[in-house]
């Protein structure tokens, strides 16, 4: 069993920045993938940015270049660092965590919303 638990959410200006960080526990953190993905409301859950274990990293094309997903293995932790934020990335954000041949896990969410 893997919980994770995101913090870092909050109302930010646009131009902004955020960090969120998505904390692991119950498992072996740094062999699975983690993923960023957020919901806008009305929307479906969109993926945002990917790292697997060994660093390897994509993004969305609509956050590219202004965000960046890392990971701390001795932390069990992962982080999206949010920049030059705009409204349209108002939404939950969701870490997850997932592998071959194993169920994925879903954090419970954190709110991100970008405002004047």
């Known amino acids: 069993q893997v919980q994770l638990v995101e913090s870092g959410g909050g109302l930010v200006q646009p131009g902004g920045s955020l960090r969120l960080s998505c904390a692991a526990s119950?498992?072996?953190?740094?062999?699975?993938?983690m993923g960023w993905y957020r919901q806008a409301p009305g929307k479906q859950r969109e993926w945002v940015a990917s790292?697997?274990?060994?660093?390897?990293?994509e993004y969305a094309d609509s956050v590219k270049g202004r965000f960046t997903i890392s990971r701390d293995n001795a932390k069990n932790t992962v982080y999206l660092q949010m920049n030059s934020l705009k409204p349209e990335d108002t939404a939950v954000y969701y870490c997850?965590?997932?592998?071959?041949?194993?169920?994925?896990?879903w954090g419970q969410g954190t709110q991100v919303t970008v405002s004047s």
């Open positions: 997850k965590a997932y592998g071959s041949y194993r169920p994925s896990y």
């Open positions: 790292i697997t274990s060994g660093g390897i990293t």
């Open positions: 119950g498992t072996i953190f740094n062999t699975y993938v």
